[in-house]
T-cell receptor, first 114, second 114 residues
Framework: KTQVEQSPQSLVVRQGENCVLQCNYSVTPDNHLRWFKQDTGKGLVSLTVLVDQKDKTSNGRYSATLDKDAKHSTLHITATLLDDTATYICVVGDRGSALGRLHFGAGTQLIVIP | DMKVTQMPRYLIKRMGENVLLECGQDMSHETMYWYRQDPGLGLQLIYISYDVDSNSEGDIPKGYRVSRKKREHFSLILDSAKTNQTSVYFC?????????????FGPGTRLTVL
């Protein structure tokens, strides 16, 4: 059973618009949650990590929230650029050590059009 | 600049042939991983290596084996490849940062088994 669900599966926005990506999970325990960006044909690049019970982070045009009570996270992208076209992957870590496992969502494919 | 490399980037093999995928990292990370990524699914963990000759099965180890003789190299071996092993394979290494492990991903190897 999939433990990390992302929505929407795909999203098309116009350059300059804002967008919100959702991640719901059932992983227990939930030590941390990380958002990755994956360009087509490339590896995953970390955007941000959230660790607290109710956490918020900001990294340039990317901002994220985490609510561990609701087991829910959002990734906001402000003023999208064409280079934001990619797959965004939500990953939940069940421990803060190398012994922990990462649980990957299937990703949201974002397409930014001119 | 922290880097994980993978060779080859693309590979086509016939069913029953042996496959060797190589991964290298220049960060002296102890822990390394092999994942596969299939359309519509999150990354699935094949094997973890905690250090030289210290390897553990992940969630889908069947049909795969690994070798780690040097800390900077981690190999994935498919003895007698099967068509259902067609996938994109990612290697990663990890480092403890704060309270969570940061994983660094390679660019992936796209394997096609005919």
């Amino acid at each position: 059973k999939t433990q990390v669900e992302q929505s929407p599966q795909s999203l098309v926005v116009r350059q300059g618009e804002n967008c919100v990506l959702q991640c719901n999970y059932s992983v227990t325990p939930d030590n941390h949650l990380r958002w990755f960006k994956q360009d087509t044909g490339k590896g995953l690049v970390s955007l941000t990590v959230l660790v607290d019970q109710k956490d918020k982070t900001s990294n340039g045009r990317y901002s994220a929230t985490l609510d561990k009570d609701a087991k829910h996270s959002t990734l906001h992208i402000t003023a999208t650029l064409l280079d934001d076209t990619a797959t965004y992957i939500c990953v939940v870590g069940d421990r803060g050590s190398a012994l922990g496992r990462l649980h990957f969502g299937a990703g949201t494919q974002l397409i930014v059009i001119p | 600049d922290m880097k994980v490399t993978q060779m080859p980037r693309y590979l086509i093999k016939r069913m029953g042939e042996n496959v060797l995928l190589e991964c290298g990292q220049d960060m002296s990370h102890e822990t390394m991983y092999w994942y596969r990524q299939d359309p519509g699914l999150g990354l699935q963990l094949i094997y973890i290596s905690y250090d030289v000759d210290s390897n553990s099965e992940g969630d889908i180890p069947k049909g795969y084996r690994v070798s780690r003789k040097k800390r900077e190299h981690f190999s994935l071996i498919l003895d007698s490849a099967k068509t259902n092993q067609t996938s994109v394979y990612f290697c990663a290494s990890s480092l403890l940062q704060g309270s969570s492990y940061e994983q660094y991903f390679g660019p992936g190897t796209r394997l096609t088994v005919l």
